[in-house]
């Protein structure tokens, strides 16, 4: 119902209204991997919780939405074999 929330991070100049699902700040040589079919990874980020009614729930929460993976000043970065599902935010 309330989701956790935190504030300015002066030290990478990144606003945080409500946090994101999995962040990451300043990751080196970072790998993320899954199998493939059935059995891979799925991130669902139960949008739908987030989105409600079709612009209503846009309308609440304007861009006030976790994103459901997000990577700040990171280097050497693989994501493979993942499926991001039913975000709460567009990205």
Request: net charge negative; hydrophobic share 35%; charged share 20%.
């Given at each position: 119902k ?6 300015r991070?002066?030290d990478?100049?990144v ?5 994101d699902c999995?962040h990451?700040?300043r990751p080196?040589?970072?790998?993320l991997t ?6 891979g990874g ?12 079709p ?15 997000s990577?700040?000043n990171?280097?050497?970065?693989l994501?493979?074999?993942?499926l ?8």
């Amino acid at each position: 119902k309330h989701w956790p929330r935190g504030s300015r991070d002066e030290d990478i100049n990144v606003y945080r209204g409500v946090l994101d699902c999995v962040h990451f700040i300043r990751p080196r040589d970072l790998t993320l991997t899954s199998g493939l079919g059935v059995s891979g990874g799925i991130l669902n980020g139960q949008g739908d919780a987030w989105w409600g009614i079709p612009f209503v729930g846009y309308l609440q929460r304007v861009e006030d939405r976790p994103r459901l993976l997000s990577v700040t000043n990171g280097e050497n970065i693989l994501v493979e074999n993942w499926l991001f599902f039913n975000s709460p935010y567009w990205t």
